[in-house]
């Protein structure tokens, strides 16, 4: 089973090819030029370098958010024009929990943060000691002090990642010291893990129609127009 395998959801844009269980390819790119500038780009190398014909793939996957507005949109666009024009079905991951799966074995718990503004972050609390995701908590847009004490609720020493790591880790230290965070190896979305879940997830793949994007809250123009 071959799948093309997209995140765009934060800072972090990144693709790659999953071949039944090996990584063929990925490319990632954790930089300034903005998502409609390196998508497609970042696809059409990975093609060429992999001598790959998408006309070969079985699937789409794509990271369907929360996160950054603007990415969430270029990223399901992209994999619903792909999908479209190959006739495939794509497989929409949470972005939450592929960031997660960066850290498939950890003996704590596992909590991704996205930078949301506004002294908000978009999360989930997860367990994954036995290589599996288990949810322990909703998805959440919520103030990261609110973050902080429901998760003392669950444990008082867990493993943070994901892109609000460098905004609030020393408000997470001043809550609790025994917190710590993942290297940076592991920190930000892979395409690879998006692929890995999509895997387990086939019997969740949607049309290119069908597909929806998790928001969780309203973009900042519709709230600030009061809608």
Do not use: W
């Not at 794509?90 to 506004?118: C, G, H, K, W």
């Not at 002294?119 to 949810?135: A, I, N």
């Amino acid at each position: 089973m071959k799948i093309l395998t997209l995140d765009s959801t934060g800072l972090v844009a990144s693709a790659a090819v999953m071949d039944d269980e090996k990584t063929t390819a990925e490319f990632t790119i954790n930089y300034k030029k903005t998502h409609s500038q390196t998508l497609m780009p970042m696809i059409e190398n990975i093609c060429e370098n992999i001598e790959l014909d998408l006309k070969t793939l079985d699937y789409i996957a794509c990271a369907s958010g929360p996160g950054s507005f603007t990415g969430l949109r270029i990223g399901a666009a992209t994999a619903k024009g792909l999908a479209h024009g190959l006739g495939l079905k794509i497989i929409p991951v949470p972005t939450l929990d592929a960031l997660a799966y960066n850290l498939p074995f950890s003996e704590r718990i596992v909590v991704p943060i996205m930078d949301a503004r506004r002294d908000q972050v978009y999360t989930c609390f997860f367990r994954t000691s036995d290589g599996r995701l288990e949810k322990l908590s909703e998805y959440m847009a919520e103030n990261i002090d609110v973050v902080l004490d429901a998760l003392d609720e669950i444990t008082d020493s867990a493993v943070f990642l994901g892109d609000g790591v460098p905004v609030f880790k020393e408000r997470i230290l001043q809550h609790n010291n025994k917190h710590c965070f993942a290297p940076a190896c592991a920190n930000m979305q892979r395409a690879a893990c998006v692929g890995a879940l999509a895997a387990k997830m086939t019997d969740k793949a949607v049309s290119g129609d069908e597909f929806e994007i998790l928001y969780l809250r309203k973009s900042q123009a519709e709230r600030e127009m009061g809608l």
